[in-house]
């Protein structure tokens, strides 16, 4: 069975940057997509980057471009969320999913989640103003 699990989520105010860990168990993320998503209060889940498992292949969405990098350490099983610059409207649960195929052309669709098979409980992240 496998589990993600999300850790990292706090309270810090904007501007400041914020690292979140997902840890996968039951199957090695080696040669697995890895993605992230971002559900804000009161809103629908929304993507916010995935990797590969080539050199330099990451998607962003365009909101958090330049100021998000997603990394993963396959001996560890952990993929990172690095979130710099942070704002309210970053506010919100993030999850960590994973699934057996890197797609970057199908995460421009509106809703990319069924891109990924496997999800994470999610960990809260709030900013303050």
């Known amino acids: 069975q496998v589990q993600l699990v999300e850790s990292g989520g706090g309270l810090v105010k904007a501007g400041e940057s914020l690292r979140l860990s997902c840890t996968a168990s039951g199957r090695a993320i080696f040669q697995h997509a890895m993605g992230w998503f971002h559900q804000a209060p009161g809103r629908e889940r929304q993507f916010v980057g995935a990797?590969?498992?080539?050199?330099?292949?990451?998607h962003y969405a365009d909101s958090v471009k330049g100021r998000f990098t997603i990394a993963r350490d396959d001996a560890k099983d952990t993929v990172y969320l690095q979130m710099t610059s942070l704002t309210p409207a970053d506010t919100g649960v993030y999850y960590c999913?994973?699934?057996?195929?890197?797609?970057?052309?199908?995460?421009?669709?509106?809703?990319?989640?069924?891109?990924?098979?496997?999800w994470g409980q999610g960990t809260q992240v709030t900013v303050s103003s």
């Open positions: 990797i590969g498992w080539t050199v330099d292949s990451t």
């Open positions: 999913a994973m699934d057996n195929t890197y797609y970057p052309s199908g995460y421009h669709v509106a809703d990319p989640s069924p891109l990924f098979r496997y």
